[in-house]
């Protein structure tokens, strides 16, 4: 998830809270901070029976203060979608081949915005028949358990804490890549300039911990703008930079393979999966619209800001992976001519830009663990106080641990996202689909069931086979020359 998307939601929650509030503390969010606009539960009626007399629009009964124009959904998400994982396309493509990824990241696409709607609409089903005006991520999953099959409803409780987990768990690994990118960087630059000095990219990790733990004490989100400013500077001028040299070349089709082997294709799933899957940004984007019947639709705003992704992430990936072929690496910016001035400055740039955003991304997943795991169990405002700065410490050693013991760039992306990604952006909206129309409309011949089928097997063989071939890489790391 993109950095500029956080804190702009982050604040518009706030302010959307208490507008005559100047001051901000982590308790002043809940867990769906970011993933929705109020935490509702809906419930399940005495009878048992979910009605819906049709009358209940939950767009007429939301309450924004400051809500969002349908241009600036568009570019939210956007910016929620072109995060640094675009970075890893050419390396996507070079386990597919140039026709085959070029195809593949279509369809992938295809199927990712497919299953946002089929969240998107379960949630806006779910509140028009339990009459509340918005829904969280986490608060849509177990209520479609609470008004499904009558055997699955005492599960919706564990179901949401699935969900938050999940989200835990996808923004933990998400920044441990973040830590192995800036650490593969950093050994590149310092092996160019001080080639006698050589240090484990293990090493280069662990001294990350240091500055972050300082960083990550920062407590009020409007003291991390001015970060998050810098870290955009940063991170437009280093990849304008590594476009120039993705472009300023081209060499012919004929220099790489229009297919790859099948074996490869897990590690191609699993990377254009984590860099093109965007579901926690999608619900506060529409739960904050201004109009958000337009949120949906053949021309709304979510198939065209998906739209342009998959054109950007093919484009990037298709270019990339044509200029440096066979060599390509896990992120693009390591193929960059390390002797050269501009390359130097890219590889630089990029790296803060990712430093600066590891603050922000861990918001959430802190708020998770604060708000549903310590909040209540620390009483007194020292208590409190020391239970965030051991909680932060800890957080970030967790993260650099398992940077640590992962320094692979290649398999850390791929282990994210088979296993976070494709439960979260895939599995999960294809099982709340299911389970809400269970005893409702399945469509002609079940035709719901038999795709949302379809998708939960592809999320598993993304699982299985994205995780094996990760883990296998992890334990059985290639020979570097």
């Known amino acids: 998830m993109n950095h500029v998307f956080l804190i702009s939601l982050l604040i518009t929650r706030f302010t959307m ?15 769906t901070t970011t993933l929705a606009t109020n935490e509702v539960s809906a419930q399940i009626p005495s009878n048992g029976t979910l009605k819906d007399d049709g009358e209940y629009n939950p767009f007429e009964h939301r309450i924004v ?30 386990n597919a081949g140039l026709l085959l990824g070029s195809v593949a990241t279509i369809a992938i696409g ?13 949630s806006r089903d779910i509140c028009r028949r339990s009459k509340v005006p918005s829904l969280g991520l986490a608060e849509t999953c177990g209520a479609a358990f609470d008004y499904g099959p009558k055997c699955l409803r005492k599960y919706s409780g564990a179901v949401k804490v699935f969900a938050d987990i999940s989200l835990v768990v996808t923004y933990f690994m998400g920044v441990c890549v973040y830590i192995v990118f800036i650490a593969e960087s950093t050994e590149q630059l310092v092996k160019h300039w001080f080639p006698e000095f050589e240090l484990d990219t293990r ?47 081209t060499p012919d089709l004929s220099s790489v393979p229009l297919f790859e ?10 990377t254009v999966i984590f860099a093109m899957e965007g579901v926690g940004v999608v619900m506060p984007v529409e739960n904050t619209m201004k109009h ?19 054109v950007i992430y093919g484009v990037i990936g298709f270019f990339g992976f044509l200029r440096f072929g066979e060599e390509t690496e896990a992120s693009i910016t390591l193929n960059l001519p390390v002797s050269e001035r501009p390359a130097q400055i890219g590889n630089v740039l990029i790296p803060i830009s990712v430093f600066l955003t590891y603050n922000l991304q861990m918001f959430v997943p802190l708020d998770i663990i604060w708000r549903k795991g310590l909040s209540d169990r620390l009483h007194g405002t020292w208590r409190r106080h020391l239970g965030q700065i051991i909680m932060r410490c800890l957080y970030v050693a967790g993260t650099i641990a398992v940077s640590v013991a992962v320094p692979n760039l290649e398999p850390i992306i791929g282990l994210v996202g ?30 719901k069931l038999i795709r949302n089928i379809i998708l939960a097997i592809f999320a598993i063989f993304a699982l299985v086979s994205g995780t094996s071939q990760s883990i296998g890489q992890i334990i059985n790391p290639p020979a570097v020359d």
């Open 110 to 122: 295809i199927l990712c915005t497919h299953c946002i709607h089929l969240l998107v609409s379960a």
């Open 261 to 270: 082997s099948l074996e490869r294709l897990p590690t191609f799933l699993s």
């Open 418 to 447: 088979s296993v976070c990604f494709s439960t979260l952006g895939i599995l999960v909206p294809a099982i709340v689909d299911t389970v809400l129309n269970w005893e409702g409309d399945l469509g002609f011949m079940k035709w």
């Open 17 to 31: 809270k208490n507008k005559k509030d100047t001051s901000f503390n982590l308790d002043d969010f809940t867990s």
């Open 292 to 310: 958000p019947q337009r949120f949906l639709g053949w021309f709304g705003v979510l198939n065209v800001a998906m739209g342009t992704v998959v």
């Open 65 to 94: 203060e400051h809500p969002t124009s349908t241009v600036g959904s568009l570019i939210h998400l956007l910016k929620g979608a072109l995060g640094t994982g675009i970075l890893a396309m050419p390396h996507a493509f070079k």
């Open 203 to 249: 090493i280069y990790s662990a001294i990350t911990m240091i500055p972050l733990l300082l960083s990550t004490q920062i407590r009020q989100l409007k003291y991390l703008v001015p970060f998050s400013f810098l870290a955009n500077i940063c991170l437009l001028v280093g990849f304008g930079i590594t476009l120039y040299y993705v472009f300023n070349e």
